[in-house]
């Protein structure tokens, strides 16, 4: 009798997986934030832009690797870190990365500030290099972690020696908003870099960043009256530097719950100083709340930086955290519908025999699980090594490009299988990336009325381990006509499927 019963579970499991997922891809489900026009795909400059950016071949090649549309991810949205520096006699951060410098300083002898334009040289040489390889669609956000550390009341930069109170001195509110206006202008008229948007504060209302610290910036900020008081003496200095076309944005809290509480804290002037909701999706409660209320307020909404060390998959091997970040993107987009996706930071490691300032590297990652960033830095050897994580973000970046409209494509849960659609109208283009995160081989079905598909479907596929699987592998299917479309995916993979098409 139990044979009887496993044989029948087993057969009914095959039933199950020989089924097809269907999917409908409609307009009417289409991502209208911001006007239906998507932004474009991203990541912050810090930490890893400070690390490399002395070294020139590093610079060209991570230039390359990731905002470059043809050879690498094409990113177009890079977050330079404006660093507060901190106390030049403290010695605690430790991470080879982190120690990001600021552009003001206290004169030894007078105590004067003064501004150096040249020591953020290396993070300065990775944004000139990302901002040329991403061409017209380059995007420049500035942000903040820190005041300069004489700004603060623990006298340090990577926070208060009581991590849940106000590390920005009372007295210094405006003098801060001075230096991150001062410094946008800066990288905007002298370098000729465009600042589009400057976020002046991260992560405010958290107890994550406490006083000498191993690693990063940070500062804790008051929801309500503190943060209000930021976001409105920042806005006054952009309008006193005549930058009334750089976009101000909210606090970039950890999560949407944090965010919409801090939102609705501000004072009205301070609402009425913000042009963009940003928000960061390390939790994700309230996340579909947070959508509704970007689009009561009528207010365009990033999620402005994300990452983990996460995995998807069924014995996925090296696949296993791509998975998870093709996973992450498709669920925080169809839940907060942004109009921009922000990963943390590409390059999360580095090796290097010498280390730096005394301080040993992370050294080499483990793609066998789960890790931060797309790739590892090779200083020893000035390569950039990448990751099947690296080509699973690719399957999304180089397809689904600036100005599209992104649809929400619902599957049905427990099917192993994700889909995320983007709308290209000046291209005429429809496209589609699918995951597939079980052993077995999935039949999709994709219903597509709203659509006239044309001519042939590029089919891109990431999958299998780095050393002999597909990376970006590409075929050509034959023209599929009426209103189904049927492919099929891999097990343990991420395929994006590119076609013409017209909407009917």
């Given at each position: 009798?139990?044979?009887?019963?496993?044989?029948?579970?087993?057969?009914?499991?095959?039933?199950?997986?020989?089924?097809?997922?269907?999917?409908?891809?409609?307009?009417?489900?289409?991502?209208?934030?911001?006007?239906?026009?998507?932004?474009?795909?991203?990541?912050?400059?810090?930490?890893?832009?400070?690390?490399?950016?002395?070294?020139?071949?590093?610079?060209?090649?991570?230039?390359?690797?990731?905002?470059?549309?043809?050879?690498?991810?094409?990113?177009?949205?890079?977050?330079?870190?404006?660093?507060?520096?901190?106390d030049?006699?403290?010695?605690?951060?430790?991470?080879?990365?982190?120690?990001?410098?600021?552009?003001?300083?206290?004169?030894?002898?007078?105590?004067?500030?003064?501004?150096?334009?040249?020591?953020?040289?290396?993070?300065?040489?990775v944004?000139?290099?990302?901002?040329?390889?991403?061409?017209?669609?380059?995007?420049?956000?500035?942000?903040?972690?820190?005041?300069?550390?004489?700004?603060?009341?623990?006298?340090?930069?990577?926070?208060?020696?009581?991590?849940?109170?106000?590390?920005?001195?009372?007295?210094?509110?405006?003098?801060?908003?001075?230096?991150?206006?001062?410094?946008?202008?800066?990288?905007?008229?002298?370098?000729?870099?465009?600042?589009?948007?400057?976020?002046?504060?991260n992560?405010?209302?958290t107890?994550?960043?406490?006083?000498?610290?191993?690693?990063?910036?940070?500062?804790?900020?008051?929801?309500?009256?503190?943060?209000?008081?930021?976001?409105?003496?920042?806005?006054?200095?952009?309008?006193?530097?005549?930058?009334?076309?750089?976009?101000?944005?909210?606090?970039?809290?950890?999560?949407?719950?944090?965010?919409?509480?801090?939102?609705?804290?501000?004072?009205?002037?301070?609402?009425?100083?913000?042009?963009r909701?940003?928000?960061?999706?390390?939790?994700?409660?309230?996340?579909?709340?947070?959508?509704?209320?970007?689009?009561?307020?009528?207010?365009?909404?990033w999620?402005?930086?994300?990452?983990?060390?996460?995995?998807?998959?069924?014995?996925?091997g090296?696949?296993?955290?791509?998975?998870?970040?093709?996973?992450?993107?498709?669920?925080?987009?169809?839940?907060?519908?942004?109009?921009?996706?922000?990963?943390?930071?590409?390059?999360?490691?580095?090796?290097?025999?010498?280390?730096?300032?005394?301080?040993?590297?992370?050294?080499?990652?483990?793609?066998?699980?789960?890790?931060?960033?797309?790739?590892c830095?090779?200083?020893?050897?000035?390569?950039?090594?990448?990751?099947?994580?690296?080509?699973?973000?690719?399957q999304?970046?180089?397809?689904?490009?600036?100005?599209?409209?992104?649809?929400?494509?619902?599957?049905?849960?427990?099917?192993?299988?994700?889909?995320?659609?983007?709308?290209?109208?000046?291209?005429?283009?429809?496209?589609?990336?699918?995951?597939?995160?079980?052993?077995q081989?999935?039949?999709?079905?994709?219903?597509?009325?709203?659509?006239k598909?044309?001519?042939?479907?590029?089919?891109?596929?990431?999958?299998?381990?780095?050393?002999?699987?597909?990376?970006?592998?590409?075929?050509?299917?034959?023209?599929?006509?009426?209103?189904?479309?049927?492919?099929?995916?891999?097990?343990?993979?991420?395929?994006?499927?590119?076609?013409?098409?017209?909407?009917?």
């Amino acid at each position: 009798m139990k044979r009887l019963l496993s044989v029948i579970l087993l057969a009914v499991a095959s039933l199950s997986h020989a089924q097809s997922v269907k999917v409908t891809v409609s307009m009417d489900n289409a991502i209208l934030t911001n006007g239906g026009h998507w932004e474009g795909w991203g990541t912050s400059l810090c930490w890893w832009a400070n690390r490399l950016g002395y070294n020139e071949t590093l610079t060209k090649k991570s230039s390359l690797l990731f905002f470059d549309s043809k050879q690498g991810l094409g990113l177009n949205i890079m977050r330079y870190n404006l660093g507060g520096g901190d106390d030049p006699t403290h010695n605690h951060i430790t991470r080879t990365d982190s120690d990001v410098p600021g552009w003001m300083y206290l004169e030894p002898n007078t105590g004067e500030r003064l501004y150096d334009y040249s020591a953020d040289t290396r993070q300065l040489n990775v944004l000139r290099a990302a901002a040329k390889a991403a061409g017209k669609e380059a995007y420049i956000e500035l942000f903040s972690n820190s005041p300069p550390y004489f700004m603060t009341v623990s006298g340090c930069s990577s926070g208060n020696f009581k991590s849940d109170e106000n590390n920005i001195h009372e007295d210094e509110y405006g003098n801060f908003a001075e230096y991150i206006a001062h410094v946008t202008s800066y990288i905007t008229n002298n370098l000729g870099l465009k600042v589009k948007s400057v976020s002046p504060m991260n992560e405010p209302n958290t107890n994550f960043w406490p006083a000498m610290n191993y690693k990063q910036e940070g500062c804790h900020i008051d929801a309500g009256e503190s943060q209000s008081k930021l976001l409105v003496l920042t806005k006054q200095a952009l309008l006193r530097y005549g930058l009334d076309d750089v976009i101000l944005t909210t606090s970039d809290e950890t999560n949407p719950g944090l965010q919409i509480e801090e939102i609705r804290l501000l004072t009205p002037e301070a609402r009425a100083s913000i042009d963009r909701i940003s928000v960061h999706t390390y939790g994700t409660n309230s996340i579909r709340e947070m959508g509704q209320l970007a689009k009561d307020e009528k207010i365009n909404l990033w999620m402005s930086e994300v990452d983990g060390n996460g995995t998807a998959g069924q014995n996925a091997g090296e696949m296993a955290a791509g998975l998870w970040l093709a996973d992450k993107i498709i669920s925080d987009i169809q839940a907060l519908e942004p109009s921009a996706w922000v990963l943390w930071q590409v390059i999360d490691t580095h090796i290097s025999e010498e280390g730096y300032k005394g301080r040993r590297d992370g050294g080499p990652l483990r793609t066998s699980g789960g890790y931060w960033g797309t790739a590892c830095a090779n200083h020893d050897t000035d390569e950039i090594l990448l990751t099947q994580k690296y080509y699973v973000f690719g399957q999304f970046t180089r397809h689904i490009r600036p100005g599209s409209t992104l649809i929400k494509c619902p599957t049905e849960r427990n099917s192993g299988c994700r889909v995320l659609a983007a709308l290209d109208k000046k291209k005429k283009s429809l496209t589609l990336v699918c995951t597939n995160t079980t052993e077995q081989e999935k039949s999709i079905e994709f219903s597509v009325d709203d659509f006239k598909i044309k001519g042939p479907v590029r089919q891109i596929r990431t999958s299998g381990q780095f050393a002999d699987g597909e990376q970006w592998a590409e075929t050509e299917l034959s023209k599929t006509d009426g209103s189904q479309l049927n492919f099929k995916l891999k097990p343990n993979s991420v395929t994006t499927f590119v076609m013409k098409c017209k909407v009917k």
